[in-house]
């Protein structure tokens, strides 16, 4: 599933977990977000999140602001532009989402989630 969605966004030249880097600030309706609250919302816990965001910044695809008096904190924002790009692929994504459980019941997608939410939350 990763590799067809991958592909999918190649033609928007971002990866999965710059998609999820995205998602995620979208969700906070403008609000900031800091390094370790993106960390903790990937999927995959390895992502160098710092590298993700530097290179969505320099996509304009988000904001970066130090504070002045603690260095160490920094607030990220997504921009309209990333805004944008995200409304772009919801399409690509929701076809995406279709095509992987086309052969699944209701009841089937369900239990799907359930199981990967429980897989997930260990």
């Known amino acids: 599933m990763n590799e067809k969605f991958s592909d999918h966004l190649k033609e928007y030249a971002i990866?999965?977990?710059q998609y999820q880097v995205l998602s995620s600030l979208r969700e906070l309706k403008g609000?900031?977000?800091n390094?370790?609250?993106l960390q903790a919302e990937m999927v995959s816990k390895n992502s160098?999140?710092?590298?993700?965001?530097?290179?969505?910044?320099?996509?304009?695809?988000?904001s970066r602001i130090q504070s002045e008096e603690n260095r160490r904190m920094v607030e990220i924002r997504i921009t309209e532009n990333g805004l944008?790009?995200?409304?772009?692929?919801?399409?690509?994504?929701?076809?995406?989402?279709?095509?992987?459980v086309?052969?699944?019941?209701?009841?089937?997608?369900?239990?799907?989630?359930?199981?990967?939410?429980?897989?997930?939350?260990?």
């Open 35 to 37: 390094l370790l609250t």
């Open 15 to 17: 990866s999965i977990q």
């Open 102 to 122: 086309a052969g699944l019941t209701e009841e089937e997608i369900l239990t799907l989630n359930q199981l990967l939410e429980k897989i997930r939350n260990k």
């Open 31 to 33: 609000e900031p977000a």
């Open 48 to 62: 160098n999140t710092t590298r993700l965001v530097e290179k969505l910044r320099l996509k304009g695809l988000i």
């Open 84 to 100: 944008n790009l995200l409304t772009e692929i919801d399409a690509v994504h929701a076809e995406f989402k279709n095509d992987v």
